[in-house]
């Protein structure tokens, strides 16, 4: 057999082994994928019923999309702005559980601080606070916007902020010489002074 045949029938069993190989990890990871389930049902199941019509499913869905993992982490961000505050609260929940590896959820948390229910924009506040160093600064910022609940809920933010970021949090104040902070948003004594006590740590660490 001359040296060109040899060549083509060792490229060509290359071939059938890479594709032999390829074919079994992709029919291993789906079959994995299939049998990692939550409540009984698997990831696809659960993303089918993101557009349930009971408010309890699509709020059970967020849990199962948190589970999950990542691939599954935009229908949860998504539901940040569903139709039922309940279902927003779970979202927001299940966000803050995460932490920064759902960093994308950063905008549509900032947007739920006016949330028409106070218990969206409390748990999207503390969610906020557990961005990491990418939602600082806008919270930052937020402290002086024109509306109050927007105000109250980056204090709320930044007083849940993860001890590590106290650094990059008192870097971002430091460039910050005025911050207008209004803490009186309301009639409620619980809330007021929870916002006291805030922003009384906030000026602490910005004399750090």
């Known amino acids: 057999m001359d040296g060109g045949g040899r060549i083509q029938r060792i490229s060509l069993t290359v071939v059938i082994v890479l594709v032999t190989g390829l074919g079994s990890c992709w029919l291993y990871y789906f079959q994995a994928d299939q049998s990692l389930m939550w409540e009984g049902l698997t990831r696809a199941e659960w993303v089918a019923l993101r557009n349930h019509p ?7 869905a967020c849990r ?10 935009p229908y949860l961000i998504d539901s940040l702005h569903d ?8 979202a927001a929940e299940e966000i ?15 947007e739920c601080l006016r ?6 924009q409390w748990a999207s506040a503390k969610a906020l606070g557990r961005m990491g160093n990418t939602a600082i600064s806008r919270l930052i910022k937020g402290l002086s916007a024109p509306d109050s609940q927007t105000r109250e809920g ?3 933010a930044l007083s849940a902020v993860e001890e590590s970021e106290y650094p990059i949090l008192v870097d971002v104040l ?3 010489e005025e911050i207008h902070v209004d803490p009186y948003v309301d ?9 006291l006590l805030s922003l009384q740590a906030t000026r602490v660490l910005k004399r750090i």
């Open 54 to 60: 009971e408010n309890s499913i699509r709020a059970k």
């Open 64 to 73: 199962a999309y948190a589970y999950f993992g990542e691939p599954t982490y």
């Open 83 to 90: 139709s039922n505050p309940h279902v927003r609260w779970v």
């Open 96 to 110: 803050e559980k995460i932490g920064p590896q759902a960093q994308g959820a950063t905008g549509k948390l900032y």
């Open 115 to 120: 949330d028409s229910e106070p218990g969206v």
């Open 154 to 156: 980056c204090i709320i």
């Open 174 to 176: 430091s460039s910050n």
């Open 187 to 195: 009639d409620d004594g619980f809330r007021r002074d929870r916002l």
